[in-house]
T-cell receptor, first 117, second 118 residues
Framework: GAVVSQHPSRVICKSGTSVKIECRSLDFQATTMFWYRQFPKQSLMLMATSNEGSKATYEQGVEKDKFLINHASLTLSTLTVTSAHPEDSSFYIC?????????????FGPGTRLLVL | AQKVTQAQTEISVVEKEDVTLDCVYETRDTTYYLFWYKQPPSGELVFLIRRNSFDEQNEISGRYSWNFQKSTSSFNFTITASQVVDSAVYFCALSEGISGAGSYQLTFGKGTKLSVIP
C-alpha cells in the first residue's frame, strides 16, 4: 500500500518550453500533496504544499507563476514548470499524505529528473 | 522553529559491520513525529519508520533498529550486519502540526550517505 507514482521519470526539454509533472497516489486518497526539489548531494527543499480543491501554498522564494500547481482530485497533483530555463534543471519529487493516516506519514514518488537545455 | 541535524555527512563501512546513523532534532512542540527515509541511487525516497513523540519505545525491524531518546532529542538508526544493498542516503525528518490544521510539513536533515563496501 501507499504507492505514489510520478510521470515522467525523466524529461529533457529546450529552454522556454513548459513541462508538466504528474503525481498520483495509486492506492489511497491524498488531500495534501507536497512538491520538493533536490539538487545533487543536497537535501530536499520543499517548494509548495498542494491542497485538493484549493490553491497551493508556496514556500518563500518559490515563484508561483513559474511553478504552477494544480490538485484537481484526491489522487492527482500536477506541477508545471513554465518557460523552463537551464537553472530549473533539477530532481523534482512529490509526496502524498494519506487522508486516512493520522500519523502524517508522507509517501514519496520516484521523482522526475528535469534537464533544460 | 524546528531543525534536524544529521552530523554525519558520509559513512563507509565494510559489509557485515554494524553502523549507526545519528539524528538530533529541535522543536518547541510537545507533539511531533520523527521519520527515517532511505534514498537509494535511483532517487525514490523509501519510508522506513515513523515514531510519535509520546512513544519512546525502541523499535526493531529485521536488521534495522531505532533508538528514540527525548532527553537528548535524538532518534538514531542502527543497521546491523550491513549489506551492500543498504548503500544509500538516509534522511531523518521531523513533522509538527498534529493539532489543529497544521500542514504536516516535513523538516529534513541534510542526509547521511552510507556506503557499504563488499
Amino acid at each position: 500500500g501507499a504507492v505514489v507514482s510520478q510521470h515522467p521519470s525523466r524529461v529533457i526539454c529546450k529552454s522556454g518550453t513548459s513541462v508538466k509533472i504528474e503525481c498520483r497516489s495509486l492506492d489511497f486518497q491524498a488531500t495534501t500533496m507536497f512538491w520538493y526539489r533536490q539538487f545533487p548531494k543536497q537535501s530536499l527543499m520543499l517548494m509548495a504544499t498542494s491542497n485538493e480543491g484549493s490553491k497551493a501554498t508556496y514556500e518563500q522564494g518559490v515563484e508561483k507563476d513559474k511553478f504552477l500547481i494544480n490538485h484537481a482530485s484526491l489522487t492527482l497533483s500536477t506541477l508545471t514548470v513554465t518557460s523552463a530555463h537551464p537553472e530549473d534543471s533539477s530532481f523534482y519529487i512529490c509526496s502524498a499524505r494519506d487522508l486516512g493516516d493520522m500519523g502524517q506519514t508522507q509517501y514519496f514518488g520516484p521523482g522526475t529528473r528535469l534537464l533544460v537545455l | 522553529a524546528q531543525k534536524v541535524t544529521q552530523a554525519q555527512t558520509e559513512i563507509s563501512v565494510v559489509e557485515k559491520e554494524d553502523v549507526t546513523l545519528d539524528c538530533v532534532y529541535e522543536t518547541r512542540d510537545t507533539t511531533y513525529y520523527l521519520f527515517w527515509y532511505k534514498q537509494p541511487p535511483s532517487g525514490e525516497l523509501v519510508f522506513l519508520i515513523r515514531r510519535n513523540s509520546f512513544d519512546e519505545q525502541n523499535e526493531i525491524s529485521g536488521r534495522y533498529s531505532w533508538n528514540f531518546q527525548k532527553s537528548t532529542s535524538s532518534f538514531n538508526f542502527t543497521i546491523t550486519a550491513s549489506q551492500v544493498v543498504d548503500s544509500a542516503v538516509y534522511f531523518c525528518a521531523l513533522s509538527e502540526g498534529i493539532s489543529g490544521a497544521g500542514s504536516y510539513q516535513l523538516t529534513f536533515g541534510k542526509g547521511t550517505k552510507l556506503s557499504v563496501i563488499p
